[in-house]
Structure formats: structure tokens, C-alpha cells
């Protein structure tokens, strides 16, 4: 059990246009959800964390009007990456909990170039 | 909020040798600590984790121990061999009081290559 998915796993897209990338637990509930991004031999850097039903929270130095979180159920999180731009080139890995539990799943990321 | 530091930021062994990582982290309310593998291009995996109310844990291989105190826990691979080479992310997790967020710090990683 604790399956993560993440759809697409690539995309390219010019710049300026929006991309959405999504997060759903398959097998589980997820209270919350993680968004990562992670640069080319660097760390995972947490951008937001989602709640289903509310509003992200979002670090600090993420822009919260340019990466859209939507978390409309307990399976599902949504992150728009609006008017992208080549910077914005990345891995984007989600990851879910279940209720109090310590463990994160990770999904198997998306793979952004913008162009 | 949480600061992880992570060293050494590359290890090379010898296939059969012990390889040893160690964190530090800066929240003493801090209370779960994860080791992850990664492989290129893939999600991290869980290879063992840690809870405050212990100070070691062994699965196979691979240990982890931790000391509360100081501050600090470190993962010990042992018989290494050539399929442990990735990078491996040590991580704490504890509540910030703010936000009422249980989230994870991440350190900064570290490459580990076993040569065969």
C-alpha cells in the first residue's frame, strides 16, 4: 500500500505558458500533501505543503501566484506552474502522508524543461 | 525552522567496506528521522528511519543511529556494495509551531560511489 503517482512524468513547454502538474494517492488518503523541487545534484527543497480543503502554505521565497496549489480531495493535489520560464526547469516531486503518520510517499516526480 | 547539514558530500569505498554519513540537525523538538536513497532521475526511497524515543535502529545492512542530545544521526551501510552507489538524503521532521506544519528538511546529500 502507500502508492504515489504523479502524472505527466516529462513535459516540455515554452515559456510563458502554464504547465499542471498531478499528485494522487492511489491506495491511501492523504490528509497532506508535499510539493519538492529539486535542481540538478542539489537537495529536495519543500515549496508548499497542502491540506485537503485549504489553502497551501508555502515557504518562504516561493511564489505562491506563479506555483498554484489545489488540493480538492484527499487523493488529489494539483501544482500549476504559471507563465513557466526556463529557471523554472526542474524536478517537481510530491509526496503524501496519511493522517498523524511520519512516513512520506513520494511520487516518481515530473520532469519540467521549459524552453 | 529545522537546518540539516549533511556530510560528507561524497564518499567513495571499496565493495565490502563500511560507508558512514552523518547529520546534524538544529530543532531539538525535532522527532523523526528518515534516510533516503536516490537514484538518477528517480523518486527517493525510503531505506530506514528513526524515531526520538530511540537511539538505534538496524535493518540488514544498514543502521542508523542517533544521539538527542548532540544533535546529530548518522547512517552506517556495511558489506557495501556496487548497487549501493546513489546519493543519500538524511531528513528531520518536527512541528513548527507557526504553522502547525509537520514537514521535512532535507539535507544536502551525499554521493556515494562503491567501487567493485
Known amino acids: 500500500g502507500a502508492v504515489v503517482s504523479q502524472h505527466p512524468s516529462r513535459v516540455i513547454c515554452k515559456s510563458g505558458t502554464s504547465v499542471k502538474i498531478e499528485c494522487r494517492s492511489l491506495d491511501f488518503q492523504a490528509t497532506t500533501m508535499f510539493w519538492y523541487r529539486q535542481f540538478p545534484k542539489q537537495s529536495l527543497m519543500l515549496m508548499a505543503t497542502s491540506n485537503e480543503g485549504s489553502k497551501a502554505t508555502y515557504e518562504q521565497g516561493v511564489e505562491k501566484d506563479k506555483f498554484l496549489i489545489n488540493h480538492a480531495s484527499l487523493t488529489l493535489s494539483t501544482l500549476t506552474v504559471t507563465s513557466a520560464h526556463p529557471e523554472d526547469s526542474s524536478f517537481y516531486i510530491c509526496?503524501?502522508?496519511?493522517?498523524?503518520?511520519?512516513?512520506?510517499?513520494f511520487g516518481p516526480g515530473t520532469r519540467l524543461t521549459v524552453t | 525552522g529545522e537546518n540539516v547539514e549533511q556530510h560528507p558530500s561524497t564518499l567513495s569505498v571499496q565493495e565490502g567496506d563500511s560507508a558512514v554519513i552523518k547529520c546534524t540537525y538544529s530543532d531539538s523538538a525535532s522527532n523523526y528521522f528518515p534516510w533516503y536513497k536516490q537514484e538518477l532521475g528517480k523518486r527517493p526511497q525510503l531505506i530506514i528511519d528513526?524515531?526520538?524515543?530511540?537511539g538505534e535502529k538496524k535493518d540488514q545492512r544498514i543502521a542508523v543511529t542517533l544521539n538527542k542530545t548532540a544533535k546529530h544521526f548518522s547512517l552506517h551501510i556495511t558489506e557495501t556494495q556496487p548497487e549501493d552507489s546513489a546519493v543519500y538524503f538524511c531528513a528531520a521532521r518536527g512541528l513548527d509551531m507557526d504553522t502547525g506544519r509537520r514537514a521535512l528538511t532535507f539535507g544536502s546529500g551525499t554521493r556515494l560511489q562503491v567501487q567493485p
Open positions: 509526496s503524501a502522508t496519511r493522517d498523524r503518520g511520519n512516513e512520506q510517499y
Open positions: 528513526i524515531r526520538s524515543n530511540v
